[in-house]
Every structure is written in C-alpha cells, then in structure tokens.
C-alpha cells in the first residue's frame, strides 16, 4: 500500500497549522500518493439517476456474448478454468470525485479533477487565511483567532466529506466506479488499480476478464458498499459463467467483507476462496482511542519529543518539535482539542466506515457516550448492525468454509503502532491494525516480547503435534487464532508496505489460482506459515528493469561485470520467497550503488545538510524537552 492517506489524515488532524507555520510541511502531508487523472463513470443523465449512481451500480455493459460464455454451474470461466476474482481494497484505495450540481465531475484550474480527500488543497488560500492571525499569536502569545482560523482551514479540506445523520455523505462526492470487468476499464483505470494492489501478474494468468475491483468511498456507508459487493459479486457470476467466485479483501476491505458475510448469507454457495491480506476484521486501537478522545497529545513526553518525529521523516519531524514552542501550551491544546472536535462533527461521528474500524471491545460504551441521543437513532441502527457482523465475523467465516469455500489470511506483524494514542505500544501490530483484528485471533505479549518460558501453543489442529505454530522468533503464538493452518504471517512488515511485499502479492496470486494450494503446509520452502516482511516492488519494477537496459559496451569491464553480478544477485533474492532479511538488503545496495557510480541513478543517501540537520534538529529538540518539559517558550 502506499504511504498512507490515513496516517496524512490523522496527522493533518494535530499539525495542519503548526507544522505550515513552522516548516511547511503541510503540503507534503496533504499531497495525495497518485493523482494520475481518470475518466468518471458517473455521468448520467438527470440528478435523480446520478444521486442514484453513487450508491448503487450503473447498468453494466453489455453481458459477453452467451456461446463465449461456459455454463452456470461450471467451475471454471473462459480462460484456463479459473474462477473470477473480486478485490476489495482498502482504506482510501479508490478515487474519490468532488461534483457539482449537475452531477458533472469539478475540474480545478488546471483541468485536473477534483478528488474528495486531500486532493488539490488551495496552498495560497490556506496561506491567506492564516498568516495574519498567526502572527498576531506568535506576537502577542495570545490566541488571536489563529486555533479558529486553524479550524477553519480543516473544515476547508475535509468539509466536502461531510456525513449527514442518515450516514451518507452530504455533498456530491461519490467514488469513481469500474462496474465491469478490469478488462474494460481504461488503461488509465488499469494503471490505477495496479498501483494500489500490483496483482497485475494475476490478471496475466487468468485474464483481466475474471478480474473486479470494487471501488467505494472510505467515508462512506458500510452497510451500502456491503450491498455494492454483492451485487458486483453476483455480475461476475452472471458475466463470466461460473457459478463461484473468489474475493479478496485488503485491510478495510475486511470490514466490508465483514458486512457482505452477516447480511448476506446467500453468497455463501457463490464462493470458493476468500483470500484476506491485513484484514481489519476488529478495528484498530487508533481509532478506538481516537472515538474515545484518548489522543497521544495529552502526554507532554509524546506531543514535545516523540510525536512528530515519527510521523515526518527527517530533520523536519524534530524541527516541528522546536517550532511548535513558539505557541504557548494553551493555544496547542486548544488547537488540538478543536480540530478533533470538527472532524468528529464533519465526518467521525457520523461514518459507518470509520465506525467499523472501531474494535467490538470499544463499541458498546462509545455508542452509548456518542450515539445516544435521537438525532443519532439512524446511526446508531446502523452501527449497532456492524456490530453484530464484526462480533460474529469469526463464526461466519467458519459458516463459509463450511459451506465448501477455503479461506486464507495474511497477516503483518511486530511492528507498533502509529504513536497518535496511548495504546500505539501497549500491543503487537502492523502499524495501523493491532495483530488480533487481523489475525483472527493470534496471542502475542507485544512487540519484540518473546512468550513466557516454557510457553506452549494453546491450541493443536488436526490431531498433529508436529503443528507447531509458535513463530521462530517467539513473540507469537498462531494457534489461538482461527485458522492457524492458513494464515501466514510477516515478521516486521509494516502494513503500509504490504503492496509493496512481492511475496505476499505473489503469496496470494498462488492461493487464488492454485487449487493444490491448500494451507501452510504446501509449500513451505516458498511459503512457510512464517516469513520476515521486505519491500521490493520499486526495486523489481524499478531498477532490475533499468539496470537491464543499461548498454554494457558504453561501460567499463569492470563496471560492466560488476552490474552484470549484481543484477544476478537481485534477480537470485527475488526468486528467493523465503525472505532473508540481510541478503534482500545486500542484493538492493549492491544494484543501487552500481547504478549510482554509471550515472543511471541518483543517490538516495542524505545529503550533508540532511545528515547535520537531522542530528542537530533532535539535539536540539531533546534538549529543549529536558529543560522545559511540554511548554512553549513563552510559557
């Protein structure tokens, strides 16, 4: 995945005005990963067929021709024998337009369409707006209206997502769809897709036309995009002729799948595999914590010193530190606390999605505390469903799989949590997702925290004690978890890169089209139950392809043979699915700096300035918090 929208929503949510202020670092959290421009699908012809559009599919193309197509019933499609797949990607994965009145997509001044969510963020409006309270606050020490502009500027960029009491969005902003096959989206749309889930080596085996990508807004309503999948799950049966398809949900897709499952029963006989990477099957503590109030800004330790740093890379993460000093206490708390305040009334409070990142263990006292009143009787109806579809999510997968489908599950973990709330290290997880949401259940002690001694797997399976499902490194025990015997796990991976990890794409292309691939035990020396996370996905797209074109002639032998063994050692790591860490880091230096000495590359090392900058920024901000603790300067 990419470097995530969520974790630049989040971010944004604390340092929208200080770290633009400060550093400008804004604009670098409020640019969106992949602008490419594509063309919409939601053009009709009249407002009500268009308000229509956004929540259920438009009328389909039209169905291949009938003798093309194998009988219903048949386990296999046109191409090879294999069913058609259905990819439900994840949070902010789809393209989300802003339209007008008349239902036709918004263009900016550059003829760019408008996206709903940190896309084209008018710079010099937000600059406008804030620079003269700003300095009358940096002047005065005084909040001189800077926190309400502040304030203002969030709901400049978020307002156009906001969600009304019926839990759907409020303005014309619905997600581009693709109701079709990949086959016939443009090659715009294929481009898309792939840079968010490169399962392109996938649609090579079986055909663009056995592959769906379900495309729906990350701020929009559960219980309709749990609608939209059935009914995409039920047009792929219908085009491609087979009687079953596979589904494979990513992360938040795991809440839409949560959903599809509970609601409705009957796709059941219509699935072979479910094929789950980094599901987020019971939320996230993060935004548990954030629904609750429980932010990491409360610690003095954490706001002034860890914060920033590991949410901005660099030297400007510990620059941001300094910089918010310049601000008394009072008026980053304030700042803080109102724009937490706008998101829950714009977006949080009212979003069936967001609410289904919420954990079961949270949900009873924070619908109760936030959902109570009347005005929220329709959100509460609606968030108390998925409740009971998150609640029973490990009883319906066992109820497909019963059913005849397989089910298999991918997980990352040891590595923390975004530190925005409290609990970021009271766990393993991901990152983004804690290890029980996504594993179904594994037992851990937290990152890095190896079980008691003389721990034993809880749980054995299949009568088979040499089912050992402790993880080599000892942190992890799988048994506990739902279905230990088809979940692989990776050893600090975090979840962003987990479209990056090549070997857990190709680790679910193999489980989609590989009927002999039955569980952990298949293929243990590609696909053990336990791998260490890498990610490749620039490097194999990227520099393998570059270094292969290079004309050796115009080199010198001993350049030329040099890049010749290092292409051989990369391509050696590449094939190599069982991940050694060292060897993965080795193989990328070796090609980069070869790359780099025939002038192919530039060098991705820091530059001296970014090197001293670095160390005397966290000097400097270490320094401050020992002596002042979590004050401003004027404080």
């Excluded at 036709?104 to 709903?116: A, F, P, Q, R, T």
């Excluded at 803080?336 to 706008?342: G, N, R």
């Excluded at 063994?565 to 990369?570: D, P, V």
């Amino acid at each position: 995945m990419i470097k995530n929208r969520f974790k630049k929503a989040l971010s944004m949510v604390l340092a929208v005005a200080l770290v633009f202020s400060a550093t400008g670092s804004v604009v670098g959290i409020a640019q969106g990963a992949d602008n490419t421009s594509v063309s919409t699908q939601a053009a009709v012809a009249n407002k009500e067929s268009r308000v229509q559009t956004v929540s259920t599919y438009e009328e389909a193309f039209e169905f291949l021709e009938e003798e093309t197509l194998p009988k219903a019933g048949e386990a296999q499609s046109t191409n090879g024998g294999y069913y058609p797949s259905v990819v439900i990607p994840g949070v902010f994965q789809s393209r989300t337009l802003v339209y007008d009145e008349n239902w036709d997509v918004v263009l900016d001044e550059n003829g760019k369409e408008v996206e709903s969510f940190l896309s084209n963020i008018d710079v010099n409006g937000i600059v406008a707006k804030l620079a003269l309270p700003l300095a009358r606050t940096l002047i005065t020490q005084k909040d001189k209206g800077f926190t309400d502009k502040a304030v203002e500027v969030i709901e400049d960029v978020f307002g156009v997502n906001e969600i009304g009491l019926d839990g759907k969005v409020i303005h014309n902003v619905a997600a581009e769809k693709y109701n079709h096959s990949v086959a016939r989206c443009t090659q715009r749309q294929k481009d898309f897709i792939y840079a968010n889930v490169p399962i392109d080596n996938y649609s090579e085996i079986v055909g663009e036309e056995n592959l769906y990508y379900l495309s729906y807004n990350s701020f929009g309503n559960n219980l309709e995009i749990a609608q939209e999948l059935y009914e995409l799950i039920m047009q792929a049966v219908e085009e491609t002729g087979c009687d079953k398809v596979n589904i494979l949900p990513i992360s938040l897709g795991g809440t839409i799948a949560n959903s599809l499952l509970e609601f409705y029963p009957e796709v059941y006989q219509h699935i072979n595999k479910i094929v789950y990477i980094v599901p987020a099957l019971d939320g996230t503590r993060i935004i548990g914590d954030i629904y609750a109030g429980e932010m990491s800004t409360a610690d003095e330790e954490m706001l002034y010193s860890k914060l920033f740093p590991s949410l901005v890379d660099g030297y400007q993460g510990y620059l941001i530190n300094v910089a918010i000093r310049l601000f008394p206490k009072q008026v980053i708390h304030d700042l803080i606390d109102k724009a937490v305040a706008k998101l829950q009334d714009l977006i949080l409070i009212n979003c069936t999605c967001m609410w289904s990142l919420v954990p079961s263990s949270y949900y009873e006292d924070l619908a109760d505390e936030l959902l109570a009143d009347d005005a929220h009787s329709e959100i509460r109806r609606q968030t108390d469903l998925y409740y009971q579809a998150q609640v029973n999510s490990k009883q319906n997968i066992q109820a497909v799989i019963d059913s005849g489908a397989e089910v298999f599950n991918m997980v990352d973990y040891n590595c923390y949590l975004y530190a925005l709330t409290p609990s970021w290290d009271q766990c393993n997880a991901d990152g983004i997702l804690n290890l029980e949401s996504t594993s179904m259940g594994a037992y851990s002690l937290g990152v890095d925290i190896p079980l008691p001694e003389g721990y034993v797997q809880q749980n054995t399976h299949c009568n088979d004690p040499s089912h050992n499902h402790i993880s080599p490194d000892g942190v992890l025990d799988a048994s506990t978890g739902l279905l230990p015997d088809h979940t692989f796990y990776f050893y600090n991976q975090h979840h962003e890169g987990t479209g990056r990890n090549d070997v857990i794409m190709s680790l679910a292309i193999e489980l989609l089209v590989d009927d002999n691939f039955k569980d952990v035990y298949s293929y243990p020396d590609r696909y053990p139950q336990f791998n260490v996370g890498r990610e490749t996905k620039g490097f194999v797209r990227g520099s393998i392809p570059q270094a292969k074109k290079v004309d050796l002639s115009t080199l010198s032998d001993e350049d030329a043979l040099e890049l010749q063994e290092a292409i051989a050692q990369a391509e050696a790591m590449i094939d190599n699915t069982v991940v050694v860490y060292e060897d993965y880091e080795q193989a990328v230096q070796r090609l980069e700096k070869i790359l780099v000495k025939i002038g192919e590359k530039e060098s991705k090392e820091k530059t001296p300035f970014e090197k001293f900058a670095e160390v005397a920024c966290k000097v400097i901000s270490d320094a401050l918090f020992k002596i002042m603790g979590g004050k401003g300067f004027s404080d």
